[in-house]
């Protein structure tokens, strides 16, 4: 493709992801296609001539879009939102088009130095102290991961770095029962081993029971283990749920073990300064982990890693053959050294577009409606006749069950609620997901995409309970 026909379907492209935009709410949230369908509508191998623009895009309508998710519909309520905006799109659009790797300061000096000053900028919108420093990931499992590499480094005084584990005492990583599935693997993945990950109890209202923490990190102390991280969850996938991060980071002190925070989707909400009494302790941690990717406008993937020392993590990663050397090394941070990939894409670029283009303001508004209507959206939930609130609102998430009729039994109860579950994603109204609380299936209505207003909910809400009420009738005896 010549640059003239580049400049012409640039211009085509637009005008189809504004259109895309504007009219998503005529595609269904989830899609709806089979496993295999769109398998099949590929050919088996690559062609060998070259195929004209026009039609790889008639291909790209016909075979692609029916299988996407369409994660920035209005009526997106499940997982976390991935939520976008077009400050960021816009930005993406130049970070592909420079194409620039940026693994070291001098293979673009502007995308480390803008990185440099975006995280200084969202941690002080978060409120994390001056003696943070903080780099751009690409995931919250993957810095979940440098944190766990930086606690085993520190617990085996740099033996992990240089010898590895083998031949030393195990060493244990705690989080919760609650906490994400990518704790575990992080240990796995640093050679842990699942075997010395320990699931920390949560107390009734939810949260790691410090108590229990304390008396594992004591027994394995007694049995020859070495406590290496604590790794506590400001807002659980599940249910929303926060750690005492005080009483942890009182631990964490005494014990001396590292303390790691993920707050990959809650973490967004401490721009808004009447959050921040909830991450009380997290002054203190010795890592931080949040997603612009889920929460701040800024399309995946964009998660902000924040460390008090990041000596202690380069430590790990840090390896500069001669190939590597660099002029910048002196006087800035060389990123590579700070995760697991030697590539880096120029994400700082979306962040400073959309954080100039909301500001500060814009963006704790749009947080604030999404707060605000997911209490109103709880006040609905408890006046509707047969459905509970599992859990109250938590920041933007809440979770509820259908219950119609007392004399269900637990295990019919749960099927009620999937096929509940079923019935509204396959009718492509909106889109919902579940999780286990408290041994029951509950369905979690989380509002974070950045085109909802509150008559989306309404109408998601509506949707619920009609097709609730149609179900009752089919699944109750
Ligand atoms: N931690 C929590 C609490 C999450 O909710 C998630 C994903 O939803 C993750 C970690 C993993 O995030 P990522 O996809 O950025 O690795």
Same mark, same amino acid.
């Given at each position: 493709m010549d640059i003239e026909e580049f400049r012409a379907q640039a211009h085509r492209f637009s005008d189809w992801m504004a259109s895309y935009l504007a009219g998503i709410e005529r595609y269904p949230v989830r899609s709806q296609v089979a496993a295999g369908q769109i398998l099949k509508l590929l050919p088996e191998s690559c062609p060998n001539g070259g195929e004209s623009m026009d039609a790889i895009f008639a291909d790209f309508e016909r075979s692609i879009m029916p299988g996407i998710t369409h994660w920035q519909h209005p009526r997106f309520f499940a997982y976390f939102s991935a939520n976008s905006s077009p400050p960021s799109v816009l930005a993406e659009m130049l970070t592909a088009t420079l194409g620039a790797q940026c693994m070291l300061w001098e293979t673009s000096p502007a995308a480390t130095e803008l990185e440099l000053r975006m995280m200084q900028w969202l941690r002080d919108l978060v409120g994390l102290p001056g003696e943070f420093s903080g780099c751009i990931q690409d995931s919250a499992s993957s810095a979940t991961l440098c944190a766990i590499l930086a606690a085993c480094n520190r617990a085996s005084a740099g033996r #992990?770095?240089?010898?590895?584990? !083998?031949?030393g005492p195990p060493l244990v990583l705690y989080t919760s029962?609650? !906490?994400?599935?990518s704790v575990e693997k992080g240990a796995r993945i640093a050679g842990l081993? !699942? &075997?010395?990950?320990r699931k920390i109890a949560c107390v009734a209202e939810g949260g790691m029971d410090a108590l229990a923490l304390e008396s594992a990190i004591a027994a394995d102390r007694a049995a020859g283990r070495v406590p290496a991280a604590i790794v506590a969850s400001f807002? +659980? +996938?599940?249910?929303g749920a926060i750690d005492p991060l005080a009483d942890l980071a009182a631990i964490a002190r005494r014990q001396q073990v590292y303390l790691h925070v993920d707050g990959a989707w809650a973490g967004s909400a401490l721009i808004l300064p009447e959050v921040r009494a909830l991450a009380a302790g997290l002054e203190q941690a010795d890592s931080f982990v949040f997603n612009?990717?889920?929460?701040?406008? +800024?399309? #995946?993937?964009c998660s902000a890693f924040f460390l008090r020392n990041p000596a202690e993590l380069t430590a790990v990663l840090a390896l500069t053959p001669s190939y590597l050397e660099s002029a910048g090394a002196a006087h800035m941070p060389e990123y590579r050294d700070w995760s697991v990939p030697l590539g880096r894409r120029f994400r700082a670029l979306k962040l400073w577009f959309v954080l100039r283009s909301y500001g500060a303001d814009g963006l704790r508004e749009l947080l604030r409606e999404h707060l605000a209507w997911t209490r109103r959206l709880a006040q609905r939930i408890e006046q509707t006749p047969g459905f509970v609130l599992t859990t109250p609102p938590r920041l933007a998430l809440l979770s509820f069950r259908y219950q119609p009729?007392? &004399?269900?039994s637990q295990a019919a109860n749960d099927a009620l609620n999937e096929a509940l579950l079923q019935g509204i994603n396959d009718s492509g109204a909106l889109y919902l997901t579940k999780t286990r609380h408290q041994g029951r299936t509950v369905i979690r209505f989380m509002i974070g995409q950045t085109y909802t207003r509150w008559h989306h909910v309404e109408q998601a809400w509506d949707a619920i309970v009609q097709t609730a009420r149609g179900l009752k009738t089919q699944s109750i005896p």
């Amino acid at each position: 493709m010549d640059i003239e026909e580049f400049r012409a379907q640039a211009h085509r492209f637009s005008d189809w992801m504004a259109s895309y935009l504007a009219g998503i709410e005529r595609y269904p949230v989830r899609s709806q296609v089979a496993a295999g369908q769109i398998l099949k509508l590929l050919p088996e191998s690559c062609p060998n001539g070259g195929e004209s623009m026009d039609a790889i895009f008639a291909d790209f309508e016909r075979s692609i879009m029916p299988g996407i998710t369409h994660w920035q519909h209005p009526r997106f309520f499940a997982y976390f939102s991935a939520n976008s905006s077009p400050p960021s799109v816009l930005a993406e659009m130049l970070t592909a088009t420079l194409g620039a790797q940026c693994m070291l300061w001098e293979t673009s000096p502007a995308a480390t130095e803008l990185e440099l000053r975006m995280m200084q900028w969202l941690r002080d919108l978060v409120g994390l102290p001056g003696e943070f420093s903080g780099c751009i990931q690409d995931s919250a499992s993957s810095a979940t991961l440098c944190a766990i590499l930086a606690a085993c480094n520190r617990a085996s005084a740099g033996r #992990f770095a240089q010898e590895g584990l !083998a031949g030393g005492p195990p060493l244990v990583l705690y989080t919760s029962v609650d !906490a994400h599935s990518s704790v575990e693997k992080g240990a796995r993945i640093a050679g842990l081993g !699942a &075997a010395n990950v320990r699931k920390i109890a949560c107390v009734a209202e939810g949260g790691m029971d410090a108590l229990a923490l304390e008396s594992a990190i004591a027994a394995d102390r007694a049995a020859g283990r070495v406590p290496a991280a604590i790794v506590a969850s400001f807002g +659980t +996938t599940g249910v929303g749920a926060i750690d005492p991060l005080a009483d942890l980071a009182a631990i964490a002190r005494r014990q001396q073990v590292y303390l790691h925070v993920d707050g990959a989707w809650a973490g967004s909400a401490l721009i808004l300064p009447e959050v921040r009494a909830l991450a009380a302790g997290l002054e203190q941690a010795d890592s931080f982990v949040f997603n612009p990717h889920k929460w701040l406008l +800024t399309n #995946f993937d964009c998660s902000a890693f924040f460390l008090r020392n990041p000596a202690e993590l380069t430590a790990v990663l840090a390896l500069t053959p001669s190939y590597l050397e660099s002029a910048g090394a002196a006087h800035m941070p060389e990123y590579r050294d700070w995760s697991v990939p030697l590539g880096r894409r120029f994400r700082a670029l979306k962040l400073w577009f959309v954080l100039r283009s909301y500001g500060a303001d814009g963006l704790r508004e749009l947080l604030r409606e999404h707060l605000a209507w997911t209490r109103r959206l709880a006040q609905r939930i408890e006046q509707t006749p047969g459905f509970v609130l599992t859990t109250p609102p938590r920041l933007a998430l809440l979770s509820f069950r259908y219950q119609p009729d007392a &004399a269900l039994s637990q295990a019919a109860n749960d099927a009620l609620n999937e096929a509940l579950l079923q019935g509204i994603n396959d009718s492509g109204a909106l889109y919902l997901t579940k999780t286990r609380h408290q041994g029951r299936t509950v369905i979690r209505f989380m509002i974070g995409q950045t085109y909802t207003r509150w008559h989306h909910v309404e109408q998601a809400w509506d949707a619920i309970v009609q097709t609730a009420r149609g179900l009752k009738t089919q699944s109750i005896p």
